[in-house]
T-cell receptor, first 115, second 113 residues
Framework: ETGVTQTPRHLVMGMTNKKSLKCEQHLGHNAMYWYKQSAKKPLELMFVYNFKEQTENNSVPSRFSPECPNSSHLFLHLHTLQPEDSALYLC??????????????FGPGTRLTVL | GENVEQHPSTLSVQEGDSAVIKCTYSDSASNYFPWYKQELGKGPQLIIDIRSNVGEKKDQRIAVTLNKTAKHFSLHITETQPEDSAVYFCAASRGGSQGNLIFGKGTKLSVKP
């Protein structure tokens, strides 16, 4: 199994709730990512952190707020979500995103349902 | 920006047959092409990748070919087994893009015993 873990695995929340997703990587990597996976759509990159600094924010709505306290941990804080935000949220890590041979390793994902 | 097209969206084969999944990309500067396998309830797992300086790479029953001129790459699985059933994703990126892998929409492969 991978060295990237995510909790919780499943989450159901109302539109007015506040919740957080957690990701931890045990691979000694320097970069971490959040992706959104919706049915019949390509994986969508949301955020990239390299050495704890955010280097990419793909026009993600402000109701999604990432936090990266160190290179091993990544959070995604959620508030006032919409039903269309229901999806599988995947975390990934890699050694060096600036290198052409860099490989990303994914966690199992959090299945989020917004009621 | 980069755009990756993947075909077919679903593929059903008999156990022991071969399966081929094809992807095309638009950005000629892309130089890294990984393939991921995603089983039910799991995240995508890297199964093989290829860099732009090679045309083919093989790992047991899995092979990937790359045609840079035509900007397409393919995944070949030989002697398929039921445990090969999963969704397969191709992706493309260019070096220095800060991890911006562009994924195809996926191919659901079913291997019938």
């Amino acid at each position: 199994e991978t060295g990237v873990t995510q909790t919780p695995r499943h989450l159901v929340m109302g539109m007015t709730n506040k919740k957080s997703l957690k990701c931890e990587q045990h691979l000694g990597h320097n970069a971490m990512y959040w992706y959104k996976q919706s049915a019949k759509k390509p994986l969508e990159l949301m955020f990239v952190y390299n050495f704890k600094e955010q280097t990419e924010n793909n026009s993600v709505p402000s109701r999604f707020s990432p936090e990266c306290p160190n290179s091993s941990h990544l959070f995604l804080h959620l508030h006032t979500l919409q039903p269309e935000d229901s999806a599988l949220y995947l975390c990934a890590s890699s050694q060096d995103p600036g290198r052409s041979t860099d490989t990303q390793y994914f966690g199992p994902g959090t299945r989020l349902t917004v009621l | 920006g980069e755009n990756v097209e993947q075909h077919p969206s679903t593929l059903s084969v008999q156990e022991g047959d071969s399966a081929v999944i094809k992807c095309t990309y638009s950005d000629s500067a892309s130089n890294y092409f990984p393939w991921y396998k995603q089983e039910l309830g799991k995240g995508p797992q890297l199964i093989i990748d290829i860099r732009s300086n090679v045309g083919e790479k093989k790992d047991q029953r899995i092979a990937v070919t790359l045609n840079k001129t035509a900007k397409h790459f393919s995944l070949h699985i030989t002697e398929t087994q039921p445990e090969d059933s999963a969704v397969y994703f191709c992706a493309a990126s260019r070096g220095g893009s800060q991890g911006n892998l562009i994924f195809g929409k996926g191919t659901k492969l079913s291997v019938k015993p």
